[in-house]
């Protein structure tokens, strides 16, 4: 996969992955998108090329995810409806940089595809516990309130939505760990 079908395909895993959040809740859309934005950034020839990945698929979630913040902008749509696509997009572009910050450094610090991948479960988890609480924090669309309204949401009172949202990822992830010699995603 190259040029623009890769930057497609990254930014449309990380939009499914927002149907994980109300109000869809289709809970087993990490358990489907995650391994495989993963292996888009992770295959990457580059650091920047996998920072780039998990930037498109950050502002796919996000971008999906968040879009009602533009129920403000609407109320008086003839004075403010203008400004809803740019809070959008700078809103989700902003945040999609957490997750960007998180592939650059699984990439970086891995020496190998497998560290790689392990590496970003835990970058990827500090990434949305820092997007939480960072710059006066955004808690939002965390990958584990996905999980609400089903059992597994019980977990949380044992390791709280970073952890859940960890345990989500490794989960997710356990697969492409399975795979010995991953194809380059280019």
Not at 36 to 45: E, K, N, Q
Not at 87 to 94: C, E, I, K, N, Q
Request: proline share 6%; aromatic share 18%.
């Amino acid at each position: 996969m190259t040029g623009w079908r890769w930057h497609l395909a990254c930014f449309l895993l990380g939009a499914a992955l927002a149907l994980s959040q109300a109000p869809t809740s289709l809970f087993y859309i990490p358990l489907l998108a995650l391994p495989c934005f993963a292996w888009l950034g992770m295959t990457a020839p580059t650091r920047g090329s996998g920072a780039f990945a998990g930037w498109l698929s950050g502002l796919g979630y996000f971008a999906f995810g968040l879009v009602w913040l533009v129920e403000p902008f609407l109320v008086d749509a003839a004075e403010t409806g203008w400004m809803a696509p740019f809070a959008l997009f700078l809103m989700s572009a902003g945040l999609a940089l957490f997750w960007a910050a998180a592939f650059w450094l699984a990439y970086t610090v891995g020496a190998s595809y497998r560290q790689r991948v392990l590496a970003l479960v835990v970058f990827l988890g500090l990434a949305e516990f820092a997007r939480a609480h960072l710059f006066t924090g955004f808690p939002w669309n965390l990958i584990a309130y996905g999980w609400i309204d089903t059992p597994v949401a019980q977990l949380l009172s044992l390791v709280g939505p970073h952890g859940l949202g960890l345990l989500t990822m490794l989960v997710a992830i356990l697969p492409l760990l399975m795979v010995r010699r991953p194809y380059l995603a280019f």
